[in-house]
């Protein structure tokens, strides 16, 4: 059974960078026949889903574009896991972060817990 | 990209069938048969319902349906039950090699 864990800081300052990394077991993030990429999903609180990005085990990233000049998503197949960084964030950036498998046309077939980040000083 | 817009809510008695509608762009519902719907309790992770427009992942109960007609795409439940009162997210691949996700429809069973 696919499991996807979040973890990272749960309270981050405004102007500095938000780290969470999503750790991968029952399953293989870099296996040679995969055609899954890895993503991010965010859900500020009392409102609706927002795609992040996604990366292929192979190093390839997709990111949304309303975000893009502020965030990396990298992958670590050897750990089994993959990370997202934020930059310069503000409390518009507070929302639970959830990490997914992305199929082929699905953001997310299989979901994390979740990780409420919140932004303030 | 724009969010994909759903209405605010709908609702329906039980037993009854609903219709939620989820409208975009020729660059994302109207270009690609990959439509997928997610339903979220308070408090959850949201579940995954609906892929490929119309395609249910194992396990899910066939009273959830799916269908596309040029830019929009719909979810139906049928029989409606207590249990379906949820908030319901469309979501669907775009030209940008990206996903976008819909406003949003809460459901409520009266």
């Known amino acids: 059974q696919l499991q996807l864990q979040e973890s990272g800081p749960g309270l981050v300052k405004p102007s500095e960078t938000l780290s969470l990394t999503c750790t991968v077991s029952g399953g293989s993030i870099s296996s040679s026949s995969s055609s899954y990429h890895w993503g991010w999903i965010r859900q500020p609180p009392g409102k609706g889903l927002e795609w992040i990005g996604s990366?292929?085990?192979?190093?390839?990233?997709y990111y949304n574009p309303a975000l893009e000049s502020r965030l990396i998503i990298s992958v670590d197949p050897s750990k089994s896991q993959f990370s997202l960084k934020l930059n310069s964030v503000t409390a518009a950036d507070t929302a639970v972060y959830y990490c997914?498998?992305?199929?082929?046309?699905?953001?997310?077939?299989?979901w994390g817990q979740g990780a409420l980040v919140t932004v303030s000083s | 990209q724009s969010a994909l817009t759903q209405p605010a809510s709908v609702s329906g008695s039980p037993g009854q069938s609903i219709t939620i509608s989820c409208t975009g762009t020729?660059?994302?519902?109207?270009?690609?048969?990959?439509v997928s719907w997610y339903q979220q309790h308070p408090g959850k992770v949201p579940k995954f319902l609906i892929y490929?427009?119309?395609k249910r992942p194992s396990g899910i109960s066939d009273r959830f349906s799916g269908s596309k007609s040029g830019n929009t795409a719909s979810l139906t439940i049928s029989g409606l039950q207590v249990e379906d009162e949820a908030d319901y997210y469309c979501?669907?691949?775009?030209?940008?090699?990206?996903?976008?996700f819909g406003t949003g429809t809460k459901v409520t069973v009266l």
């Open positions: 490929a427009v119309a």
């Open positions: 997914s498998r992305v199929a082929d046309g699905v953001p997310a077939d299989h």
């Open positions: 990366t292929h085990y192979t190093g390839k990233t």
């Open positions: 020729s660059s994302d519902i109207g270009g690609y048969d990959s």
């Open positions: 979501s669907s691949f775009t030209s940008s090699i990206t996903y976008v």
